[in-house]
């Protein structure tokens, strides 16, 4: 079984601090989609990588794949409250999506 | 662009009823899978299609659930004689096979199914 093991589950920061989010795995992922979702809702997609070692920025939002293509990360700078949600990192293979357990992010003002 | 839409929103049912959900796509992808999401975790797969061939189900999918696409557009997810263990929010997201960015998968709001 492919796990995704994302890093930390929990934040609570200040408005204005930077994060980083961390999703690793030992298998290969041809894709890796980063989300956002909020209470009561579908996850939203913020980007998606496919190349090993690409970067994508989203405004203060910036994507990394790793070479491998095992991993990525997720980097918010001076974080606002609107950040506030769950990230879900998820690894395509085949059809279908691995998705990590998420990380729960509270921006506080 | 109407996103994928999901009906109902949220369901209560009492334990040992059968419970239907549909899921409307993005009209022009041909892919449609389905997901179950507990609290404080990540979606985990059940099942998908591309057109109306269902192409992989996961083992999470017991014989009391089963999932159709007809047509090739809407589809439905039926569970039968639910379990408590059943409560959770059930997820559709569409896709276009082949589309130029990877797997990008585009999620619907989520039905949840409270079995009481």
């Known amino acids: 079984t492919q796990l995704l093991e994302q890093s930390p589950q929990f934040l609570s920061i200040q408005e204005g601090e930077n994060l980083t989010v961390y999703c690793n795995s030992s298998?290969?992922?041809?894709?890796l989609q980063w989300y956002r979702q909020e209470p009561g809702e579908g996850p939203v997609l913020l980007v998606t990588?496919?190349?090993?070692?690409e970067v994508k920025k989203l405004k203060r939002l910036t994507f990394q794949f790793g070479d491998a293509r095992k991993d990525s990360s997720l980097h918010i700078t001076a974080a606002q409250p609107g950040d506030t949600g769950l990230y879900l990192c998820?690894?395509?293979?085949?059809?279908?999506?691995?998705f990590g357990q998420g990380t729960e992010l509270s921006v506080k003002p | 662009d109407t996103g994928v839409s999901q009906d109902p929103r949220h369901k209560i049912t009492k334990r040992g009823q059968n419970v239907t959900f549909r899921c409307d796509p993005i009209s022009e992808h041909n892919r449609l899978y389905w997901y179950r999401q507990t609290l404080g975790q990540g979606p985990e797969f059940l099942t998908y299609?591309?057109?109306?061939?269902?192409?992989?189900k996961s083992r999470l999918l017991s014989d009391r659930f089963s999932a159709e696409r007809p047509k090739g557009s809407f589809s439905t997810l039926e569970i039968q004689r639910t379990e408590q263990g059943d409560s959770a929010m059930y997820l559709c997201?569409?896709?276009?096979?082949?589309?130029?960015?990877?797997?990008?998968?585009?999620f619907g709001p989520g039905t949840r199914l409270t079995v009481l």
């Open positions: 299609f591309q057109n109306e061939a269902q192409l992989e």
């Open positions: 990588v496919v190349t090993g070692g």
């Open positions: 997201a569409s896709s276009l096979s082949g589309g130029p960015v990877g797997n990008e998968q585009f």
């Open positions: 298998s290969v992922f041809s894709s």
């Open positions: 998820a690894g395509g293979q085949g059809g279908k999506l691995i």
